[in-house]
């Protein structure tokens, strides 16, 4: 732990290891070249604790871009594609511990992006190492892709989609900062929003998540026309 927060420290790019952010490590599943994520089975609070490690590892502040904390991770972000037009447009491929790439589509909105961004970082934190474990015994390499789910496949969400949601809201919208933001704007949702650089409707959510938001007091969505 000590040495990887050195190697943090003066920029390097560390290894990265789920047993530094507090979580167990899984067997991975047998499979090809090509791997999906595998979900750790950590509890719900154990990733959001998890995330909060992260963030303070890396000083990261509630709105800020992860544009530069993936560039020393050593991953890179690039867009392809437009939304919905095939499932590599939000990925994540990570062909090393320190080597990936998540991929946006060219017609997105920031604040979409930027919860897409989120959530593929999850992955490469929380999924891959088990894999990186299995390369460095066995010397074979793998590549372990994370894409978009269609249709019914995020009906129910799988386990490791779950984890990565957890994850990634944690990482834009703190539990503790969240609630002191909160409180702090007399829970002007908009406000919120604007500080964590979400929508209004996730800051809503996330209030009513942790229980700063009565049910009576959420809006109701406006119906769309047929």
């Not at 290891?17 to 899984?26: E, F, S």
């Not at 499979?31 to 490690?53: F, H, L, N, S, Y």
């Not at 062909?95 to 593929?120: G, W």
Request: charged content about 30%; aromatic content about 8%.
């Amino acid at each position: 732990m000590a040495d990887q927060e050195q190697a943090i420290e003066a920029g390097e790019a560390p290894t990265h290891d789920v047993a530094a952010l507090g979580l167990p490590a899984v067997a991975p599943a047998e499979g090809p070249q090509r791997v999906k994520p595998q979900p750790v089975w950590a509890t719900k609070e154990a990733i959001e604790d998890a995330a909060d490690r992260f963030l303070e590892r890396y000083r990261i502040e509630p709105g800020t871009p992860f544009g530069p904390v993936i560039k020393k991770l050593g991953g890179r972000i690039n867009y392809a594609g437009w939304q919905g037009s095939s499932t590599e447009t939000e990925s994540l491929t990570v062909f090393s511990r320190n080597d990936f790439e998540i991929v946006l589509p060219r017609d997105s909105i920031a604040l979409r992006d930027r919860y897409t961004t989120a959530h593929e970082l999850a992955h490469f934190l929380l999924h891959y190492r088990q894999y990186d474990l299995e390369t460095r015994k066995d010397g074979k390499q793998r590549t372990m892709v994370a894409t978009r789910p269609q249709g019914d496949e995020r009906n129910p969400v799988s386990r490791e989609e779950m984890e990565a949601d957890w994850f990634a809201v944690e990482l834009l919208m703190p539990r503790r900062a969240f609630r002191e933001f909160w409180a702090f704007a007399r829970g002007d949702a908009r406000a919120v929003a604007e500080r964590f650089a979400v929508p209004t409707r996730a800051a809503l959510d996330r209030a009513k998540e942790l229980g700063l938001l009565l049910d009576q007091e959420t809006p109701a969505p406006q119906r769309k026309c047929a």
